[in-house]
């Protein structure tokens, strides 16, 4: 069955400060994994998504991810938080063949302080 | 960016009372989906839908659920005789392919949700 563990509820940076994100994921087969923003009052928006191949995805706002398949993790990360990157981020994983589920994670809020 | 739109973003209603939530799509996505996030729990994939059928459905899309899409643009979620644990916030959202593999990994639109409380 598939899962994704989000560490950490609540994280808070300065501006300027690194940001990461936690997440791990459970899965018995090659997953595919995204992570989500959600800002106030607005739906889920793609950030970056892993499928195959190189293991370093690059996404929007300066966001990037690694797929760690030993650690079966995929930790959100961006070198230098800016006062919008606030919200809430989600992880996902879909494994299923010719699925269309996506299993997301608890969510992980950013603030950050300037 | 195109958008999905749902409507309304808030509705209340008395338990055993049935709700209709409505969303439009992005008018050239194939894939519609309805997703729920209760208070302080994960987004969870509740139905998907594609070529006039449900594609997948979670165990929580029992017989009290069902989806329509009535005239090619709008995509709505029936719950037939609400319970107080139906409040939660409902999301749409619609892509042009599926997001799993192989090959998919399409990306999703999201509306901004329905609030829906049950009360």
């Known amino acids: 069955a598939q899962s994704v563990t989000q560490l950490g509820s609540h994280v808070s940076v300065s501006e300027g400060a690194l940001v990461l994100l936690r997440c791990n994921y459970s899965?018995?087969?090659?997953?595919?994994l995204f992570w989500y923003v959600q800002y106030p009052n607005q739906g889920l928006q793609l950030l970056l998504k892993?499928?195959?191949?190189?293991?370093l995805v690059k996404g929007i706002n300066g966001f990037e991810a690694e797929f760690k398949k030993s650690e079966t993790s995929f930790h959100l990360t961006k070198p230098s938080a800016h006062m919008s990157d606030a919200a809430e981020y989600f992880c996902?994983?879909?494994?299923?063949?010719?699925?269309?589920?996506?299993?997301f994670g608890k969510g992980t809020t950013l603030s950050v302080s300037s | 960016e195109p958008e999905v739109t749902q409507t309304p973003s808030h509705q209340v209603t008395q338990m055993g009372q049935e709700v209709i939530l409505r969303c439009v799509p992005i008018s050239n996505h194939l894939y519609f989906y309805w997703y729920r996030q209760i208070l302080g729990q994960k987004v969870e994939f509740l139905v998907s839908f594609y070529n006039n059928e449900i594609s997948e459905k979670s165990e929580i899309f029992d017989d009290q659920f069902s989806v329509e899409r009535p005239d090619g643009s709008n995509f709505t979620l029936k719950i037939r005789s609400t319970k107080l644990e139906d409040s939660a916030m409902y999301f749409c959202?619609?892509?042009?392919?599926?997001?799993?593999?192989?090959?998919?990994?399409?990306?999703?639109?999201f509306g901004s949700g329905t609030q829906l409380s049950v009360l």
């Open positions: 996902a994983v879909i494994t299923n063949q010719a699925g269309t589920a996506l299993i």
């Open positions: 899965s018995s087969v090659p997953p595919y």
């Open positions: 959202a619609s892509s042009e392919a599926r997001p799993g593999p192989p090959g998919g990994a399409e990306k999703l639109f």
């Open positions: 892993y499928t195959t191949g190189a293991t």
